[in-house]
């Protein structure tokens, strides 16, 4: 089941990569784009890294 989370968290984090980066490519310099990608980045980096240490750490059982 954890891994399963893990790997949902993973592809989240993924997804506001993404966005942020496809963000980026669009932005215009506004404040409110940068608070975006701010928001957005951060919440991706911390959804990635936390899935991808919920993967790694979780021993396989059978």
């Given at each position: 089941m954890k891994r399963i989370f893990g790997g949902l968290l993973s592809l989240l984090g993924i997804?506001?990569?993404i966005y942020t980066a496809v963000i980026f490519t669009n932005?215009?310099?506004s404040e409110r784009d940068v608070k975006?990608?701010?928001?957005?980045g951060v919440l991706g980096a911390?959804?990635?890294i936390s899935g991808i240490g919920l993967?790694?750490?979780t021993k396989d059982e059978s």
């Open positions: 997804g506001g990569l932005t215009s310099g975006s990608l701010i928001i957005y911390v959804f990635f993967v790694k750490t």
